[in-house]
């Protein structure tokens, strides 16, 4: 019974996915975690959106050991295990195949800050991380891509308190957040500001980025400590 | 009680955008005004649209004080309060971060006139504000937001009256009309503009803009004296 | 009661086009033709899908005049009633502003036949008529849209029972068939032509048109003496 | 009665492609086999998918012959024969006229391994084959598309039992896979991918292939013998 309200949390978050058309079939997967437990509860692996429920929801220690559930991890549980092992302050995590989101991965660019809708929720260019080394991959593949991502992160001087999201190159999107409902959230986010990246520079080729004072503000004004938007 | 009508209005406005996909989460916000009262209703800030109902609507006045309700209005109520004060004969007002028009503000480029689409509602290019100044921007931005709007009309020789729509550069659109439903019919013929804008680019780079007898004439059946669109 | 049957069929096929996504409120109507009466049923102008029913369908001559019906016709009547006037085998017309078709449009290019799924339903390109002379359009607007169509297909050495679509340069699509039932097919067809080829072209900017056999083989198989298609 | 198991397989694997949004109006087809008896179920031709029922499905074997049932199948039946009598370790096979699979075949372009979301199901490009000689076209022309989908994977050195997916050019997609359900399962896929690899060339022109072991782990993971993919 104490796994059951990360086991809800994931369920539910998991549950998002499809309805926010971020996966095709189960190319996708949420996690939850419970820091004073030490584990987090993760979408089992390949099995459909329409036949989860909370108890199917796999319980994963910070080193990626099966704690209880019977069906097998996502096949990615090892990346969430490293983010959460090493990031204290998120409390879930998202990786999907995003159409738009993918489609930057793929041409291993970082998404410039065009606009508003980018600087309300990051401050900087999304980051694409670099393809990984041969070694790295045919090594731990999953557990390299969790600190591949965290590399990225600290070379570019960004905080994953900031920045909630990434692309790894080649690969797809992961966000996170403080609960695994605002890493969904971000999820979506990200999809759609990959989307009207992808117009802007299609409307035209040289799209300035937006300028600093505009990027503070927005930012600020949802995120800062006299932040005005919302209840 | 006396708000109930505005209240009605806006509400049903705001349920509008996400039927329309128009808006991702809570990123848009409509409102209505009553004349008389010198107030307008308009969505609280950050409230997703399913948790919505007209008596959550907060009832503002033209200088972007709250008069009535308990939520704090959306983050962009200055915008809205500035373009009712200026403007006598609006009567509702829509923001969103629809795709198309947002990556064309992104781009910081008018949406060219390309068709009869965009001359049934419009006689010229759709302005894009350029943005704001950073002293604008570090000030009271949204209220400098709703002057942006209203110069770049003036400077473009543009009555609100006649274009009741407008991108304000590296940010999103607004839309006007003369009731809170017309404001969001105005939204959603915005995004179509500029999604079939962007595709025309696409499949010719150099396509021609309308050209002035057809931009006349589908503007006048729909407008003109001689109208003979609707019943 | 003797237009009961062609209201009715008008009325199905106008609330096919929502649903098919070819349509933005109002933008687009259909109309259903009986030869023996020599009149066709058409959508009211601007009145909403959801609001239309059958007896709302006005009875129409073949110079447009009013014969029946309370509420006044599309304003596009006259282009219908021309149609049908000069093509006696055509039993529905239909008028969109789909979004791919209506880019081609604005971009007054032809849409060039580049596979199969085109080549199953027409055997050239699909023309794009030029846009009328400046009298022409001061003049009885859509009275000409008609003859402009005619004209353009007579032009083109393309028979409106081989080619029953046609794009009117810097409008919009308009489509036809034995039926106002097979007119919509049509219009849907067109929107999924035109988004293939303006892809096919952002995949292969060179990409080659598809060679006779092919097209001879494909309409055949669809349309030909000993076509083996269907039931 | 025998064939009821391949009828329903048939029908229901049928049903998906609207659901999945792969097909328009009757633009696709899928059959299931049972190898013992010889034969395969597939769509009667033109039939509606809403009027679609199980003991509709045609009995056809592998010569094209229908064994069972009233309504003349798939105009494509013989492609599908071909592929069964040729290829044992088949179940089922689908073809559609998916939007970006058929933008992509009408490029006549093999799709480029940009991803891990492709390599996840195919370890090299997806093929495109040649257009046929014009011989092959005026004569048994669906018998030949099945030796022409043959002689191109043989060409590239493709197993189809490792790439369920071809492009035929100018024409369309065809997909298979052990069950009729994965074959449907494999045209979304295609249909995912060929959207994506789209994407990543227009955000950047010279977008890398993925590297080899980046291919090689991600398939090996679903479909290798140490895969951890799944229960």
């Given at each position: 019974m104490k796994y059951e309200y990360i086991q809800q949390a994931a369920y539910e978050a998991n549950m998002q996915l499809p309805k926010l058309g971020?996966?095709?079939?189960?190319f996708g997967n949420v996690s939850a975690v419970d820091r004073n437990l030490g584990v987090f509860a993760i979408k089992p692996s390949g099995v459909p959106y329409e036949e989860?429920?909370?108890?199917?929801m796999v319980i994963v220690d910070f080193d990626a050991n099966?704690?209880?559930?019977?069906l097998r991890p996502s096949s990615d549980t090892k990346t969430h295990a490293v983010l959460y092992k090493h990031w204290d302050a998120i409390g879930g995590i998202v990786h999907t195949h995003s159409t738009y989101a993918t489609a930057w991965a793929q041409s291993l660019r970082d998404i410039p800050i065009y606009g508003t809708t980018h600087a309300d929720h990051n401050v900087a260019d999304i980051p694409c991380a670099p393809p990984m080394s041969d070694e790295m991959i045919k090594g731990d593949y999953e557990y390299q891509t969790g600190f591949q991502i965290m590399d990225c992160l600290r070379k570019k001087k960004l905080s994953y308190q900031e920045m909630e999201m990434i692309l790894v190159g080649n690969h797809a999107p992961f966000t996170w957040g403080k609960t695994a409902e605002k890493a969904v959230y971000n999820s979506a986010v990200l999809e759609s500001v990959a989307q009207m990246a992808y117009l802007t520079e299609q409307i035209r080729q040289d799209a300035p980025r937006l300028k600093d004072a505009l990027i503070k503000k927005h930012f600020e004004r949802k995120h800062g400590p006299d932040s005005y938007y919302g209840q």
């Open positions: 971020l996966v095709l079939f189960t989860l429920s909370p108890e199917k099966v704690v209880a559930g019977t």
